[in-house]
């Protein structure tokens, strides 16, 4: 049976895979938009934050009531690092869904993720 903390859990779960598989996709892109939104060692970090998301959505296929925070966690840096470019007026794409996200970070990326760790808050209640 399909609770609201699965159903929640599954939805993050895809945001996040759809995300990884876009970073993985284009790494040229991706080290770009790592080095744009001043990440250290673009690198790795084009690696990392992608592997981070795969293994959460994994994790909130598992175990929603484990996922469902770790999940909020990362959505909670990932916003810290839109705000802090957007107060500071940056002006090059946030690279949240790889290649696809070329626009500017906006106060809509936001609340978008406010939206997303509601789903995590939700899975982990579940």
């Known amino acids: 049976m399909l609770t609201v903390a699965r159903v929640a859990?599954?939805?993050?779960a895809a945001v996040f895979v759809v995300a990884a598989v876009a970073k993985f996709r284009?790494?040229?892109?991706?080290?770009?938009a790592m080095r744009d939104v001043g990440l250290p060692n673009p690198?790795?970090?084009?690696v990392a934050v992608p592997l981070v998301e795969a293994a959460s959505a994994l994790l909130l296929l598992v175990d929603p009531t484990t996922g469902g925070p770790c999940a909020v966690a990362l959505l909670a840096a990932f916003t810290t690092l839109i705000a802090g470019r957007l107060l500071a007026g940056h002006e090059g794409g946030c690279g949240c869904f790889g290649a696809w996200s070329t626009r500017p970070p906006?106060?809509?990326?936001?609340?978008?993720?406010?939206?997303l760790m509601g789903l995590?808050?939700?899975a982990a209640l579940g």
């Not at 906006?106 to 939206?115: T, V």
């Open 9 to 12: 859990a599954l939805l993050l």
């Open 106 to 115: 906006s106060w809509r990326d936001l609340a978008r993720n406010a939206l």
């Open 43 to 46: 690198r790795l970090m084009a």
């Open 120 to 122: 995590g808050v939700a």
């Open 26 to 32: 284009d790494q040229p892109a991706t080290r770009r």
